[in-house]
């Protein structure tokens, strides 16, 4: 099993709709979670952390379920723009210089 | 601009002649890695360094060596490259704890061993 699971995708879906993504993670010992975004093979860019709260920027909301160990992505009213495939990140606790990518979850947003 | 660069961006190689990537950032960050990236398989990290001279394997260290003499350094070194290298790699860089610090990538080098 893999240390972090993504939804494999691809998800296709009409603008304005409303998609979330859900990724687990196997090392309950995991403190730090992250959703980053990347286009077409060009470096990954920070979506956002997710807090153990749960955290809202725009019409992307992030939560973080340590009991069942798994963050989600929520993408409100969708984009062409955000058109993309979306990475988990999980850091473990035991030594912070580590860090594990999910697979990605590819999007596409269409007209 | 605060950024990371990565050289070369594009490298076509053959089978065991060894190759450096170099990786520099000018955000004065302590930690910095270097990851691979396969169809199907996101992104693998290869090592990691913490700060000069500390430096630690990855999920997937095999055939490769890094160094990090200077802050701002870290090079990749393949010195003897093979076909199952041939992949897109990425340095990034982030500050040191507290573990919520986002990493910044470098553009990518695109390498293809013959």
């Known amino acids: 099993r893999k240390e972090v699971e993504q939804d494999p995708g691809p998800f296709n879906v009409p603008e304005g709709a409303t998609v979330a993504f859900n990724c687990t993670y196997s090392?309950?010992?995991?403190?730090?979670f992250f959703w980053y975004r990347q286009d077409c093979r060009k470096e990954p860019k920070l979506l956002m952390s997710?807090?153990?709260s749960g955290n809202e920027d725009g019409r992307f909301t992030a939560q973080l379920n340590r009991a069942s160990q798994y963050i989600s992505l929520l993408i409100r009213d969708s984009k062409l723009s955000d058109s993309a495939t979306y990475l988990c990140?999980?850091?473990?606790?035991?030594?912070?210089?580590?860090?594990?990518f999910g697979d990605g979850t590819t999007l596409t947003v269409k007209p | 601009e605060a950024q990371v660069t990565q050289n070369p961006r594009y490298l076509i190689t053959v089978t065991g002649k060894k190759l450096t990537v170099t990786c520099s950032q000018n955000?004065?960050?302590?930690?910095m890695s270097w990851y691979r990236q396969d169809p199907g398989l996101g992104l693998r990290q290869i090592y990691y360094?913490?700060?000069?001279?500390?430096?630690d394997k990855g999920d997937v260290p095999e055939g490769y060596k890094v160094s990090r003499k200077e802050k701002r350094n870290f090079p990749l070194i393949l010195e003897s490259p093979s076909p199952n290298q041939t992949s897109l790699y990425f340095c990034?860089?982030?500050?040191?704890?507290?573990?919520?610090?986002?990493?910044?990538f470098g553009p990518g080098t695109r390498l293809t061993v013959l």
């Open positions: 990140v999980v850091n473990k606790d035991t030594n912070a210089g580590k860090s594990t």
């Open positions: 997710v807090y153990s």
């Open positions: 955000m004065n960050h302590e930690y």
């Open positions: 990034a860089s982030r500050t040191g704890a507290p573990l919520y610090n986002e990493q910044f």
């Open positions: 360094s913490m700060n000069v001279e500390v430096t």
């Open positions: 090392n309950s010992a995991s403190q730090s």
